[in-house]
């Protein structure tokens, strides 16, 4: 798709510069048509890199913008806006991570002061192009979240369901009348440590726990992290497996909470 990219802007751009003429809105080329040819391949060419490379790409099409505005006049069309507006939105959204977005927001800082004529101009390009980088920005957090929730999400159907298949054997052993290998001994919890165990247990969040014991939530957490600690458990999925393990809460048995 890059290189489809790539090579649209690039004909389109070749074409502003050879024959004007069959491009709408597109006046007379005044530049040195063989300056322009190769400073605007550069500036074109590149984008087929714009996903691996993204700052590298911009670095280069910014540079060639530059340095064709001092060699020569550049044409008016739209095609080499469009290639450079790509650029920005890529070296943003493809970043990978703070500092490279950070670094191409600065390149193209430098390279709208180098371009801008005049200081309306500057503030245009300015607006223009920093509008491309934001996008891709905004773009890049948006997908990081999405990815993130969807790590999430696979975290938690793997703990569900090793929980599950801990809960069954626990259900199976009692069943058999097999003593419940208990993680730790209960008897270390304190009362409201017991009455947040079963909470837990029974599908509780911490703020379902808090206004069922007007506490606070952050008190909840306090015990949770008490509770996790005394038993040697690492998290809230081996907390229930402990309460069902040793008979503190069993699956036929009514939430018992105030």
């Not at 929730?149 to 938690?156: F, P, S, T």
């Not at 726990?209 to 909840?220: K, P």
Request: hydrophobic share 50%; net charge neutral.
């Amino acid at each position: 798709m890059d290189i489809v990219v790539a090579a649209a802007l690039t004909l389109a751009t070749q074409i502003e510069i050879w024959a004007p003429a069959l491009v709408p809105g597109v006046g007379e080329v005044t530049g040195s048509r063989p300056v322009l040819s190769v400073t605007t391949l550069a500036m074109t060419l590149p984008l087929a890199l714009r996903r691996t490379a993204p700052v590298a790409v911009l670095v280069v099409v910014f540079g060639a913008a530059v340095l064709q505005s001092m060699l020569t006049t550049p044409t008016e069309g739209l095609a080499t806006l469009a290639a450079m507006l790509v650029a920005a939105y890529s070296s943003s959204a493809f970043a990978g991570g703070a500092r490279s977005a950070a670094v191409s927001a600065a390149t193209i800082l430098v390279a709208v002061a180098l371009l801008a004529k005049a200081e309306g101009d500057g503030a245009f390009m300015a607006i223009v192009y920093g509008s491309a980088w934001l996008t891709g920005f905004v773009v890049a957090q948006r997908s990081g979240q999405l990815q993130r929730v969807a790590g999430d999400n696979r975290d938690l159907e793997q703990r569900l369901a090793e929980a599950t298949l801990l809960l069954g054997e626990a259900e199976r052993r009692r069943a058999a009348g097999a003593p419940p290998p208990a993680p730790s001994d209960l008897a270390a919890l304190t009362g409201r440590e017991l009455e947040i165990t079963r909470a837990i247990a029974t599908g509780m969040s911490n703020a379902e726990i808090a206004g069922a014991l007007v506490i606070s939530e952050w008190t909840v957490k306090t015990h949770v992290a008490s509770i996790l600690r005394k038993l040697g458990l690492r998290d809230r999925t081996q907390v229930v497996v402990a309460a069902y393990e040793s008979g503190l809460v069993r699956p036929d048995a009514p939430p018992d909470m105030p």
